[in-house]
């Protein structure tokens, strides 16, 4: 039995209706939804801590919530396994034509444009006669602040952005200013959250024209946060002092000690 075939059979005896798992055999595609998205998140966790052996792991994981929705596929006969794995070959030989095909693809570059044009195709192909958008292609799938950055592209290919970074600076600072407005007003967190809302968004496009990954640049942050919140924490364990009993005035001379170091 290969690993794939023993993996299936598991997944099989989880979702047995007499003896299988009772948490496996009540879940559905929408429940298990939000740990498909966790796992896809943890293996990038692992790519970014350069921890192979993590990696492996997470990706076995990932793996396993393939064959979850393709099990609950098979249970409505809708597809299974086998039709996900064709599904996604057929599809990498049709964008591949100069790999398995006869045309000819000299760059990376010529063959992003390539790619972009085989996924037009096959979105027209998808939509019929609902009328053509540029933001046809970013997918609603998507972790907001990505596609925040996708959509932003979508409308520039049509030229509606901004000409560069300093642009997007006045911007930005408008929309801090209606933040700051709707809160001293009183508006209540309903209108707070849209102006926070469209700060994130114009937040993206900064990165977007700088150049930055801002969901990257965003991880890199909560790690540069969680170092130094792990550092103030234990100076305070160290003192043998409570955190939760600190002045605010301790706790920024904490953190301040937390940056230095």
Same mark, same amino acid.
């Given at each position: 039995m290969t690993p794939i075939d023993r993996l299936l059979?598991?997944?099989?005896?989880?979702?047995?209706?007499?003896?299988?798992?009772?948490?496996?055999?009540?879940?559905n595609?929408?429940?298990i939804a939000p740990y498909t998205?966790?796992?896809?998140?943890?293996?990038?966790?692992?790519?970014?801590?350069?921890?192979?052996?993590?990696?492996?792991?997470?990706?076995?994981d990932l793996l396993f919530q393939v064959v979850f929705h393709a099990r609950m596929g098979k249970e409505r006969g809708a597809?299974?396994?086998d039709a996900v794995a064709t599904a996604i070959?057929?599809?990498?030989?049709?964008?591949?034509?100069?790999?398995?095909?006869g045309e000819t693809i000299a760059t990376s570059e010529e063959q992003s444009l390539a790619w972009e044009s085989h996924k037009?195709?096959?979105?027209? %192909?998808?939509?019929?006669? $609902?009328?053509? &958008?540029?933001? @046809?292609r970013v997918h609603g799938g998507r972790p907001a602040l990505e596609r925040a950055t996708e959509l932003q592209r979508a409308a520039a290919s049509r030229g509606f952005d901004w000409r560069d970074a300093d642009g997007v600076m006045p911007k930005l600072r408008e929309e801090l200013g209606e933040l700051e407005h709707a809160l001293s007003e009183g508006d209540g967190n309903e209108q707070a959250a849209e102006e926070l809302g469209d700060l994130l968004f114009t937040c993206a496009n900064l990165a977007r024209h700088l150049g930055i990954d801002a969901d990257g640049a965003l991880r890199r942050a909560n790690g540069k946060?969680?170092?130094?919140?792990?550092?103030?924490? %234990?100076?305070?364990?160290? $003192?043998?002092? &409570?955190?939760? @009993?600190?002045?605010?005035?301790?706790l920024d001379a904490a953190w301040e000690s937390a940056k230095r170091r």
């Open positions: 059979a598991i997944m099989d005896a989880l979702r047995d209706p007499r003896r299988g798992c009772p948490w496996d055999r009540e879940q595609f929408e429940t998205i966790e796992e896809a998140y943890e293996v990038a966790d692992a790519i970014a801590r350069d921890d192979m052996g993590d990696l492996r792991d997470e990706l076995g597809f299974d396994f070959a057929d599809k990498l030989e049709r964008r591949h034509p100069h790999v398995f095909g037009e195709e096959e979105r027209a %192909a998808r939509a019929g006669d $609902r009328p053509k &958008s540029a933001l @046809d946060f969680e170092r130094r919140f792990r550092c103030m924490e %234990a100076d305070f364990v160290e $003192r043998g002092e &409570s955190l939760e @009993d600190a002045t605010p005035e301790q």
